[in-house]
């Protein structure tokens, strides 16, 4: 079982659209929790952090909850520029090593 | 914000031959570099961690004879593919924490893919 789980997607949505993803971790050695974007090709970029209270970053809602072992992160009023893969990281007490996730595809449709 | 640059960009060889692949930080020193590998359509699979003035740790899995680590610098660090496979083509990643570890930073180089022929 991979330590950090996504879902599969693709997820093919309008513009407009509400989409969510959903993301599970094993590791409870896991401390700090992201969600980054990543474009064909390019390296990861960090969209946003996840913290236990939920964060909101205008159109980004991400959430954690650190019992089920769960993150969450819903994209409101989609645009096309929202087409990219959708990374879950976690990073473990005590230093820097990340784990990521295999990624959500999100495909935002004219 | 910081940046982290790679060297080079892309870069195709022949199998058996080695491959050696820069990871600067630009503006601000990193006793830590990570180096990461992506294969199509996967995601990002940590490979070593690498530390200045001392040996890199590896991963399980990752052989650290093919895959030679060197952060001879507070500012660099190099990977080296050696005897490379077409096997070992893939995109590969270098990132480095921030110096204020209360704000959980990384910065990731922009990536250099390796084909190997």
């Known amino acids: 079982r991979k330590e950090v789980e996504q879902d599969p997607g693709p997820f093919n949505v309008p513009e407009g659209a509400t989409v969510a993803f959903n993301c599970t971790y094993s590791?409870?050695?896991?401390?700090?929790f992201f969600w980054y974007r990543q474009d064909c090709r390019k390296e990861p970029k960090l969209l946003m952090s996840?913290?236990?209270s939920g964060n909101e970053d205008g159109r980004f809602t991400a959430q954690l909850n650190r019992a089920s072992q769960y993150i969450s992160l819903l994209i409101r009023d989609s645009k096309l520029s929202d087409s990219a893969t959708y990374l879950c990281?976690?990073?473990?007490?005590?230093?820097?090593?990340?784990?990521f996730g295999a990624g959500t595809r999100l495909f935002v449709k004219a | 914000g910081a940046v982290v640059s790679q060297h080079p960009s892309w870069v195709i060889c022949k199998s058996g031959t080695s491959v050696k692949i820069e990871c600067r930080s630009l503006?601000?020193?990193?006793?830590?570099m990570f180096w990461y590998r992506q294969f199509p359509k996967q995601s990002l699979m940590l490979m070593a961690t690498?530390?200045?003035?001392?040996?890199?740790?590896?991963e399980q899995g990752v052989e650290k004879d093919k895959f030679l680590i060197n952060h001879a610098s507070l500012t660099l660090s190099t990977l080296t593919v050696t005897s490379a496979h077409p096997e070992d083509s893939s995109f590969y990643i270098c990132?480095?924490?921030?110096?204020?570890?209360?704000?959980?930073?990384?910065?990731f180089g922009p990536g250099t893919r390796l084909t190997v022929l």
């Open positions: 990281v976690v990073r473990h007490t005590g230093g820097f090593k990340t784990i």
């Open positions: 996840v913290y236990s």
């Open positions: 990132s480095a924490p921030g110096l204020d570890l209360r704000l959980n930073e990384q910065f």
């Open positions: 503006d601000f020193q990193a006793t830590t």
């Open positions: 690498s530390n200045e003035g001392s040996k890199a740790t590896y």
């Open positions: 590791n409870s050695a896991s401390q700090s």
